[in-house]
């Protein structure tokens, strides 16, 4: 198309052209077609058009930046997150390599000792040969140790010489059961929301090998305990029962007589396999031994039949009379379990140079508290949910707690009581210095950071179920997540009757007197 020129009507007019430019030699020859060209006023409102298409074309441009910009970055962040994949792939695959390739000379090594008998199993089992997969270097297992056992030959292996008794879980519901392993919460279907399973729904455990080993954890420094294990030591071995028991007990076994030479042990701080060789945990004591038995074991859990032989016990439903039935019920399955989640805490140093500095971490099945120990001083923390601003504590400290904790220093601190098959992690305040800081229960997949601040005027101190104290200084952190390793406790009837016989009769719960049924008088 060819370009347009006005002339002083305002029309426009075709211009000649010659090779696609204008005649300039016709215009230059002749001065007045210049001067009229110069001084040739410009339609009216040209100016504007103008202004407001550069105005225009600025926006296009800004709009076009824009996008390159984004897209240049979506490109960066999918490069990155590509070369993350890459070096987490090529680290999978070294490590498969190298658990095929220990597996490989382990298999070699031990192919004709499988077939020796029981007693020259331990030797084997304190040797170092087998690979270091299922443990960090912190202690705390990784879900590595739930590897499938077919298709695991180290595991075969191992399993063939301890001879673990296997069982499955599945739901039941007054007393309907089904073998629905895989869970499902929520369905959608058709654009519509609607709740499938419940996870309140009672676990069943039931045997598919029978159990061949028993551990009993006991009350230290009391008689009657010592004569119920004793007793509960004979009849287990009666059974044709494998029996462990701890170092001191075992001293103690021997001293009175020299026929429980059978009892088996460990080595003291040697607990590391012991969820390898266990099938079935016994305690003879109240919760605080429940709590014991849960810190010997920093991976999976076995089984844990608590006997009530102590003061107060939320955690103990079964009569240390009746042991010989109830182990014998338990012996042959199937039987209801409770399933108590365990909180995870990592303390982490202001000083820490990396997160390969941080302390080992602890797994506590009541609560972590976090207090302001003998300062007189209120503690300060600040607290975070994932990456969310919570609150700042003022106060005497909070109460970090799980739902099987419910009832222990948290009930005393305010919280509320949690059926313990609830999945959630319970905040409470200690004293706190305002009357409208109220508990909370998160959810069971938050992770939850309390630090110290800078600007505190003194320490905090943290403790573990009670124990392990730990001071953190200002700039000091920790971090409290849930365990992947919950506590099977055996029930007496189902979990939820459990619970409620043990807030009635422990705590009396809502006790009081009969209303009288003394009507008013008729008029």
């Known amino acids: 198309m060819a370009p347009e020129s006005f002339n002083s009507n305002g029309n426009a007019s075709n211009l000649p052209y010659e090779n696609g430019f204008h005649d300039s030699l016709s215009i230059l020859n002749s001065e007045k077609a210049v001067k009229e060209l110069v001084e040739q006023p410009l339609v009216e409102g040209i100016e504007d058009h103008l202004v407001e298409f550069s105005e225009a074309m600025r926006t296009v441009g800004k709009a076009l930046r824009r996008a390159a910009e984004g897209k240049a970055s979506a490109q960066a962040e999918a490069s990155e997150w590509k070369r993350k994949y890459e070096l987490e792939r090529q680290k999978n695959l070294q490590l498969e390599n190298k658990v095929l390739t220990s597996v490989e000379l382990y298999n070699n090594d031990t192919e004709k000792k499988i077939e020796n008998s029981v007693p020259h199993l331990e030797p084997m089992l304190e040797t170092n040969e087998q690979p270091p997969i299922y443990r960090g270097k912190n202690g705390i297992y990784s879900h590595e140790v ?47 929301i609607t709740t499938a399973e419940r996870s309140s729904k009672q676990i069943c455990l039931k045997w598919e090998s029978p159990p061949q080993t028993v551990l009993i954890l006991t009350k230290p420094n009391s008689v009657s305990v010592k004569v119920i294990c004793a007793e509960m030591v004979r009849w287990l071995r009666e059974k044709k029962l494998n029996i462990y028991v701890e170092p001191q007990v075992r001293t103690e076994l021997l001293t009175d007589s020299s026929c429980y030479n059978f009892v088996q042990t460990w080595k003291d701080g040697d607990v590391s396999l012991l969820h390898e060789k266990v099938d079935l945990v016994v305690t003879l004591g109240g919760d605080g031994t429940v709590l014991w038995a849960a810190s010997l074991f920093k991976g999976p859990v076995p089984p844990i039949v608590p006997f009530s032989l102590g003061s107060l016990g939320f955690m103990t439903p079964f009569h240390s009379e009746q042991y ?20 995870q805490c990592h303390v982490i140093r202001d000083a820490a140079k990396n997160e390969y500095e941080t302390e080992e971490p602890i797994l506590v099945l009541n609560e972590v508290t976090i207090d302001r120990g003998i300062s007189s001083f209120l503690t300060n923390l600040e607290c975070y949910c994932d990456s969310s601003f919570v609150t700042c504590v003022q106060g005497d400290g909070l109460i970090l707690s799980t739902t099987s904790g419910s009832t222990a220093y948290s009930l005393a601190a305010g919280g509320s009581m949690v059926h313990p098959q609830v999945p959630g992690i319970l905040f409470t305040p200690i004293c706190p210095h305002s009357l409208s800081f109220r508990p909370l229960i998160l959810p069971e997949y938050v992770t939850l950071r309390i630090q110290v601040p800078f600007n505190s005027r003194g320490h905090a101190w943290a403790s573990f179920d009670g124990k392990d104290r730990k001071q953190l200084a200002p700039g000091d952190a920790l971090l409290c997540s849930m365990s992947v390793w919950p506590v099977p406790t055996a029930c007496s009837e189902d979990s939820t009757n459990d619970f409620l016989h043990s807030i009635h009769n422990g705590l009396h719960w809502n006790k009081r007197k009969t209303q009288s049924f003394d009507g008013p008088l008729e008029p």
Do not use: M
């Open 324 to 343: 010989r039935e109830c182990l014998k019920s338990i012996l042959q399955g199937p039987i209801s379990i409770t399933l108590r989640h365990r909180l």
């Open 146 to 192: 739930l590897w499938d056992k077919e298709q695991n030959s180290y595991s075969n292996a191992c399993s063939k010489l301890i001879r673990k008794a296997s069982f499955k879980l599945h739901w039941s519901c007054k007393g309907e059961k089904n073998d629905q392993h895989k869970h499902d919460v929520v369905s959608f279907e058709k654009g519509n």
